[in-house]
């Protein structure tokens, strides 16, 4: 249980390090105190903790939170890092840096036109999460909308189809995934409808509310945790630089039953067709992106604005779910790896986990009514 004293020398160390700030920018405590509240919540051990982090609290959400208090842009450059507190040593690992990394989009795509097992690894698990976010930002069916707005938009001009109208007609009509799929000696033909729907309303139902299960539990033992870091003698060492500090061991053996768990559901979610139906969503999903993004659409769909577009089209998942793709990804590997990381390593890769997790639209995931497919 947290002591008020706890408590207190947690507040004095968020005064000292934000009161710095403040006082280098030109601002009043209570005026960062009620900037960072969106960001970080409520000054204390937890909100230094994550303010420090910039993967957490990245710059640019931290001048967007300054930007009513018209702070001059050099200054707030010059002296945001004072937020992070002190530098740790050359050699000290970024949190982050324990978790699995993710591949960029060109290099995904190319890793499904590789042979190998019929296993979930990580293509498996980045084409059931672009899949999910497509679903659920409207992607899947509006080549279809997409189609129709171009003819309506060509016979009131009364002018020709574009070669982009046709090359949508045969996306839809034609469905090909031999490039994603032919690595795994599946046809395109095997991508049935019905295969598509049975393997969303698994994510939905199955995979989505394990992660969100383990990532409470995960929430629960960082409070347990930070309880025994944040007492006052830990504190002092840490103020002293000590990194390894002698404190009681936090049990971990619930987390790792728990990814345990998130395991087995992530095997149930692809049993059967899941790994080829979840490499086709995947690929409709990028190609359909790629399709929105070519200006020429804009052109031959008489839309004024990409945003007039999106809005004619019904897109209307927020920014944060899709920004959030990446992280949902790493989320899921990280999970999947824990049963792996060494007891030495454990502590720092769950606080690292914890982080990544508190960027994630948790509310917005599971639940509710992904597009029809």
Not at 213 to 234: C, E, G, H, R, T
């Amino acid at each position: 249980m947290t002591t008020k004293n706890d408590s207190n020398v947690a507040l004095i160390a968020w005064n000292e390090r934000v009161g710095a700030f403040a006082g280098f920018v030109g601002i009043t405590l209570e005026e960062a105190n009620a900037a960072f509240m969106g960001i970080v919540g409520e000054p204390g051990d937890e909100a230094l903790s994550l303010l420090a982090d910039k993967f957490a609290a990245p710059d640019e959400d931290i001048k967007k939170a300054l930007g009513e208090l018209k702070i001059p842009s050099a200054k707030l450059n010059m002296h945001i890092a004072k937020l992070r507190g002190p530098e740790k040593n050359v050699d000290t690992v970024t949190p982050l840096h324990y978790l699995p990394s993710i591949p960029d989009e060109d290099s995904f795509i190319a890793s499904l036109k590789i042979g190998g097992e019929l296993k979930v690894g990580t293509p498996e698990i980045i084409s059931a999460v672009k899949a999910c976010i497509a679903s659920r930002a409207g992607l899947y069916g509006v080549l279809d909308k997409i189609k129709a707005k171009m003819e309506s938009w060509a016979d009131s001009q009364e002018i020709p189809y574009s070669e982009k109208y046709f090359e949508i007609q045969d996306m839809i009509t034609e469905r090909n995934y031999a490039d994603v799929l032919s690595a795994i000696k599946v046809k395109s033909r095997y991508i049935t409808d019905a295969k598509r729907k049975e393997f969303m309303s698994k994510i939905e139902k199955i995979l989505w509310p394990e992660l969100k299960s383990f990532n409470n539990q995960l929430k629960d033992w960082i409070v347990n945790y930070n309880q025994i870091s944040m007492n006052p003698a830990n504190l002092v060492l840490a103020l002293r630089g000590g990194d390894n500090i002698p404190m009681q061991v936090v049990d971990t053996g619930g987390l790792r039953g728990a990814a345990e768990e998130v395991i087995n559901k992530i095997n149930k979610v692809f049993a059967g067709a899941g790994i080829p139906v979840a490499r086709a969503l995947a690929q409709d999903a990028i190609r359909t992106k790629k399709i929105i993004d070519d200006d020429s659409i804009l052109v031959a769909t008489g839309s004024g604005t990409k945003d007039q577009l999106l809005r004619d089209l019904g897109l209307a998942v927020g920014a944060d779910i899709v920004r959030a793709e990446q992280s949902i990804v790493q989320y899921t590997l990280s999970i999947m790896n824990l049963p792996k990381v060494t007891p030495e390593d454990e502590v720092n890769y769950l606080i690292a986990l914890n982080n990544l997790g508190i960027g994630i639209p948790w509310d917005k995931l599971g639940g509710g009514n992904g597009s029809t497919l």
